[in-house]
C-alpha cells in the first residue's frame, strides 16, 4: 500500500520560508497526482496546491503567490515552498492525491508560525 510521509515543518517567524516534503512510496509516474492540504479549524482537510483533472495547478486563494509545488521524480518526493508565512497558516500539512480515491492518510507535518 502507498505511504505518505510529510516532513519540513517547524516552528517559525512570521515572514519566514518554509519548504516541506512528502516522500511516496507509490508509482513514480503518478507523482503528479498529489497535493498538499492542510487542516482547517474546523477539522477539515482544506487543499492548498495540487493539479486538477484538467491539468491546472491551483493553489488555495490565501497562499497565492506565496506558496509553490514542486515534484522531484528521482526522489519520489512531492515539495510545498511557503514564504511570506503568516500565523493563519499555522496548520498541520498533509500530502495525497487532489482527486479521486486518495490514499491512507500520513501523519502530517505542523507548520507553526509564531513571533
Known amino acids: 500500500q502507498v505511504q505518505l510521509v510529510e516532513s519540513g515543518g517547524g516552528l517559525v517567524q512570521p515572514g519566514a520560508s518554509l519548504t516541506l516534503s512528502c516522500e511516496y512510496s507509490?508509482?513514480?509516474?503518478?507523482?503528479?497526482?498529489l497535493g498538499w492540504f492542510r487542516r482547517t479549524p474546523g477539522g477539515q482537510r482544506e487543499l492548498v496546491a495540487g493539479?486538477?483533472?484538467?491539468?491546472?495547478?491551483n493553489y488555495a486563494d490565501s497562499v497565492k503567490g506565496r506558496f509553490s509545488i514542486s515534484r522531484d521524480i528521482t526522489k519520489n518526493t512531492v515539495y510545498l515552498h511557503m514564504t511570506d508565512l503568516k500565523p493563519e497558516d499555522t496548520s498541520v500539512y498533509f500530502c495525497?492525491?487532489?482527486?479521486?480515491?486518495?490514499?491512507?492518510w500520513g501523519r502530517g507535518t505542523q507548520v507553526t508560525v509564531s513571533s
Open positions: 495525497n492525491k487532489v482527486q479521486g480515491l486518495q490514499y491512507p
Open positions: 507509490g508509482d513514480s509516474n503518478r507523482i503528479y497526482v
Open positions: 493539479t486538477t483533472s484538467s491539468g491546472s495547478l
